[in-house]
């Protein structure tokens, strides 16, 4: 006989557990015997997922609505588009980014081994300084900031996908996000964004 009910084996769309980052966790690793978790995201018009790697997880993502722009290895790497239906490998130790160039929100499934992904979108709540740089000194992530920036130049982009990022004034006010900003890439990277969120202030008081 099962010792598991129907409840404790099917999570409906309205069950996952929301979290600080635009990650949902369906289901954690602690429910997986450790081994993987299970989580929906989203990338809105216009927005990337910053580019990075994680050393000691790989992932897969199913997408479920829209298309992906896809970088792997950084520049000099591969380039390529997946679409709705498609699953995409990332394994451990390969830096990639993604965006989307469309005019829908695009939805996808991420599942990744271990639990250093599901902590990492736990740190959110922390705010986005401790999560990157938490990310950096204990979960074996790195990220390449200066990689996003050129990409997001290159194709127009506005927005970052996965983390809910704040207003610049309230990003300031975390001491931790300050001290990324002692980087210079940290530094050209904020005023990057800056710059978008006074545009699109202009662009919503012009007729």
């Known amino acids: ?3 598991y009910s129907a409840s404790d084996l099917v999570i409906a769309p309205s069950q996952g557990e929301k ?11 602690a429910k997986l015997s450790g081994h993987f978790s ?17 050393h000691n997880e790989d992932q897969h993502m199913y997408i479920i609505s829209g298309e992906l722009c896809f970088e792997v290895g950084g ?3 591969i380039r390529f588009e997946a679409r ?30 271990e639990d250093g992904f599901e902590r990492f ?7 986005l300084g401790s999560m990157v740089g938490g990310a950096t000194r204990e979960l074996g992530m790195s990220f390449e900031t200066d990689r996003t920036l050129e990409v997001m130049k290159e194709f127009g982009l506005t927005g970052l996908a996965g983390a809910n990022l704040p207003p ?16 210079e890439e940290g530094r050209e990277f904020f005023l990057y964004m800056a710059g978008v969120k006074v545009k699109e202030a202009f662009a919503r008081l012009l007729p």
Do not use: C
Request: aromatic fraction near 6%.
């Open 1 to 3: 006989m099962s010792t």
């Open 168 to 183: 610049p004034r309230e990003l300031l006010q975390d001491p931790a996000f300050r001290e990324l900003l002692h980087s």
């Open 121 to 127: 979108v736990d740190s959110r709540q922390q705010g």
């Open 38 to 54: 299970i989580m929906e995201g989203e990338v809105r018009p216009k927005e990337i997922l910053s580019f990075h790697t994680h």
């Open 75 to 77: 520049a000099g790497g």
């Open 84 to 113: 709705a239906g498609s699953h995409v490998l990332k394994p451990r130790g390969s830096s990639h980014g993604f965006w989307n160039l469309g005019t829908q929100t695009v939805r996808y499934i991420e599942t990744s081994t």
């Open 19 to 29: 979290t600080a980052s635009d990650m949902v966790i369906i289901a954690r690793t």
